[in-house]
């Protein structure tokens, strides 16, 4: 009898343990579910609230008399700040922007690929565990270091080559502030993007696509080019789109690196290629603005906000273009 008493109350304690251990899981899960859910609202309100903010300044910015909608979308001379007459034509920062973008990427993709290639493929894998993690600390530096390295590096190397007869012949001088100099240094820092992100897209091709190669007679150059990055086609290109948008958003390489002076379109269109010359982007404009003596009440104030509004549009869609690139090319295996 004594026994079975016992039996009985370490049952009860048992269930009492499971009990109490139950109800401990469950408030534990629901503090858990709570905080996702409000980092979750948190991320979404700090995205409508940013929305909210460029479009409420952008609309007083094209609510001023000065200031026309079409103008803005087609102008080709940007000068809100000096002058009796200002112009807000989007197209020269946009133009400036796309300068930088374009001579950036010309340097990361092609690089990052091939180098992405290399690690994924052909790199022992002990010097492939030394190589990604410095190259992922290349892309921890700040912008400001690169802004630097643009000026005191890269530039006097350009500069360098004024003395070229080919240069001289056309009418090339690089001067101080230059697009070419802030472009690349934007590609030296999106290369590393570019590199990791295909790297692992490249990774994740099952090992069987390679065998299957190899079996069919290919060489590993064979495989790599016409088997492997065909297969990691969608990862690549989702790295592509991100280095672009990381490119057009980069700020201070091209506050120190560029100029401040974006390309007249009105008086040359030649003024697009001229890459010895100094520049300024959207996001130049945006830093210029917030550090000059501008009146918060104006035009060229609201300005930033117009430009910041179209720079997000930009943006937003490459990140459409990149999903939909995505799917259509995305490809699954078991």
């Excluded at 460029?54 to 200031?67: G, Q, R, Y």
């Excluded at 807000?88 to 990361?108: K, R, Y």
């Excluded at 002990?126 to 990604?132: G, N, P």
């Excluded at 030296?188 to 069919?216: H, K, Q, W």
Aim: aromatic letters at 10%; one cysteine or more; proline letters at 4%.
């Amino acid at each position: 009898m004594t026994t079975l008493n016992t039996d009985m109350t370490s049952t009860s304690k048992l269930a009492n343990i499971k009990s109490r251990s139950k109800t401990a899981r469950k408030i534990r899960e629901f503090f858990i579910l709570g905080a996702l859910i409000t980092c979750g609202l948190f991320s979404l309100s700090t995205t409508i609230l940013i929305i909210y903010v460029l479009a409420k300044e952008a609309i007083s910015f094209f609510n001023v008399p000065e200031v026309h909608f079409v103008d803005f979308i087609t102008g080709l001379q940007w000068n809100p700040l000096l002058g009796a007459e200002h112009h807000f034509g989007i197209w020269p920062l946009i133009t400036g922007t796309m300068q930088v973008t374009v001579i950036a990427m010309c340097l990361a993709l092609p690089l990052g690929l091939i180098t992405a290639i290399w690690l994924s493929e052909y790199a022992h894998p002990k010097l492939r565990s030394i190589i990604k993690p410095v190259l992922e600390i290349l892309a921890g530096i700040p912008t400001v270091v690169f802004g630097f390295f643009a000026l005191t590096i890269l530039t006097p190397a350009l500069q360098w080559f004024d003395n070229n007869p080919l240069f001289a012949w056309l009418g090339i001088e690089f001067s101080v502030f230059n697009v070419t100099s802030a472009g690349l240094a934007v590609g030296i820092m999106c290369l590393p993007i570019v590199t990791s992100l295909t790297e692992d897209a490249l990774r994740a091709v099952p090992r069987a696509l390679r065998e299957g190669a190899y079996g069919l007679g290919s060489t590993r150059f064979e495989t790599s080019i016409k088997v492997v990055t065909p297969a990691a086609l969608s990862g690549i290109i989702a790295a592509f789109l991100l280095a672009f948008a990381r490119a057009v958003g980069e700020t201070m390489i091209v506050a120190l690196a560029a100029g401040g002076s974006p390309p007249q379109l009105n008086e040359s269109l030649g003024n697009v290629v001229a890459v010895h010359d100094q520049t300024q982007t959207m996001t130049g404009y945006m830093v210029q603005i917030f550090l000059g003596d501008v009146s918060n009440f104006g035009a060229e104030y609201y300005s930033a906000y117009a430009v910041g509004a179209t720079l997000f549009i930009i943006t937003l869609t490459l990140t459409l273009i990149g999903n939909l690139i995505r799917v259509k090319f995305r490809q699954a295996y078991d």
